[in-house]
């Protein structure tokens, strides 16, 4: 099984952008597809982007289309988040999750109980 850790939160203005990395342990990392949550102060953990074992498929949540991008390198273990145009109400901590499946669609991701967590990373929007 592998073992997740994220890196790349801070604190950052509206408008700004952060790249978060998930760096995962293991030899077998292209089997899994990769995911990415979200848990905002007082509210549950919601569903932010979900990439296939070959990044051949994508999916995002609608609250973050087309300003975030998920994408991976099976070569270096890690699977990023890239996030542009930032508000406010992207703050919260960011886990990277892990589905052991290379033919779960990402649409279907988060109905699935994930294989692995990380401890997560805290992202602070400023307006």
Do not use: H
Not at 16 to 37: D, I, K, N
Not at 56 to 73: E, N, P, Q, T
Not at 94 to 116: E, H, I, K
Not at 118 to 125: A, I, Y
């Amino acid at each position: 099984q592998v073992q997740l850790v994220e890196s790349g939160g801070g604190l950052v203005q509206a408008g700004g952008s952060l790249r978060l990395s998930c760096a995962a342990s293991g030899r077998t990392f292209s089997s899994y597809a990769m995911g990415w949550f979200r848990q905002a102060p007082g509210k549950e953990r919601e569903f932010v982007a979900a990439i296939s074992w070959n990044s051949g498929r994508l999916f995002y949540a609608d609250s973050v289309k087309g300003r975030f991008a998920i994408s991976r390198d099976n070569a270096k273990n890690t699977v990023y988040l890239q996030m542009n145009s930032l508000k406010p109400e992207d703050t919260a901590v960011y886990y990277c999750a892990a589905l052991l499946s290379r033919t779960v669609a990402p649409r279907d991701f988060s109905d699935y109980d994930m294989d692995a967590w990380g401890k997560g990373t805290l992202v602070t929007v400023s307006s």
